[in-house]
């Protein structure tokens, strides 16, 4: 069977009691008071509508939750979960909304939406004992106003340090120095990791970092490769980031590069090789969306709905 014919993308009821789940899945809490005990449907009312004995008040999982506050059905939030999560590149507002039916703003607010819900507050560090990190940056997106020279400087940079077998971090930064590139190796890194680099000035000095085990390649020198030493899990992933940020995103202004930068994180971090599958990776974003209600504004300054 097709996983789009699924009932929860098309069939409003089918999506609520799968949003249910993903929102209380423990059972459902009353966002009111927060009772469990006493709650129960109510007979007549609109799709997932409960009441809760103990405040009198009525609510679905919607509450509390940007879908309360969105107009669009839930069973297209679950359609724009599937588009995003399964698409390695990511996939354009207008693309979502020629598919989902949806005007292009709408499109843009839900995108924007999932983005922010991919979006995960780091926990511990990466590495460990004997464990392989990887150290590389890309340089993207002109800063707003920034003359166009020689060199980085005029362009946004992205950091990233991905456990080789694991998870991956990437940061947006206006410049790479050597005090942010200490700064994130710190307190990303686990001290007793092998961290890899390229020769680039910023990793010049190990001690600065506090990383038992530090080697280098030296790309200038056109060394890629010695022995297991490597950044190539970077420059993959980042070939992927610029095919989506040039293929399917082509206008990021530098205000929005983190968003994407999570986008592309998230996928890489619940991607197939850990055994997360399309359907649970969408889940997953959707997960992440419960709770984070955040005001937006569209494009054109108007806020969101
Ligand atoms: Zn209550």
Redesign the pocket.
């Known amino acids: 069977m097709s996983i789009l014919t699924q009932a929860h993308f098309h069939n409003e009821a089918a999506a609520i009691a799968r949003l249910e789940a993903i929102v209380w899945p423990n059972g459902p809490v009353?966002?009111?008071?927060?009772?469990i005990d006493?709650?129960t449907p109510v007979k007549g009312g609109r799709i997932g509508l409960r009441r809760?004995?103990?405040?009198?008040?009525q609510?679905t999982c919607k509450v509390g939750t940007v879908f309360e506050d969105s107009k669009v059905p839930v069973h297209k939030w679950f359609q724009a979960a599937h588009l995003l999560a399964s698409s390695k590149k990511g996939i354009s507002s207008h693309q979502l909304h020629r598919t989902l039916g949806v005007t292009y703003k709408t499109a843009w607010f839900m995108s924007h939406r999932l983005r922010e819900a991919m979006r995960d507050d780091p926990k511990g560090q990466l590495g460990g004992p004997g464990k392989i990190v990887e150290a590389d940056e890309t340089f993207f997106v002109n800063k707003k106003g920034a003359p166009v020279r020689r060199g980085y400087a005029h362009k946004m940079a992205v950091m990233s340090l991905v456990e080789r077998g694991g998870a991956i971090r990437s940061v947006v930064l206006d410049r790479v120095g050597r005090i942010e590139v200490n700064r994130i190796i710190r307190r990303n890194v686990h001290e007793e990791s092998r961290l890899m680099t390229d020769t680039a000035a910023y990793y010049k000095d190990r001690r600065r970092f506090g990383i038992a085990e530090h080697e280098k390649v030296n790309h200038d020198q056109g060394e890629y490769v010695h022995g297991d030493v490597h950044v190539n899990t970077l420059e993959g992933y980042y070939s992927i980031f610029k095919r989506g940020m040039k293929g399917v995103y082509q206008h990021c202004s530098e205000k929005h590069l983190h968003r994407y930068v999570a986008e592309f994180d998230f996928r890489y971090n619940n991607r197939s090789a850990l055994g997360v599958e399309d359907t649970e990776r969408a889940a997953n974003a959707l997960k992440g969306i419960v709770g984070k209600r955040l005001t937006y504004r569209y494009p054109n300054g108007t806020a969101a709905e």
């Not at 009353?30 to 009772?35: A, D, E, I, K, Q």
């Not at 809760?52 to 008040?57: A, H, M, T």
């Open positions: 009353c966002p009111h008071c927060g009772g006493r709650i809760c004995g103990d405040c009198k008040k609510f």
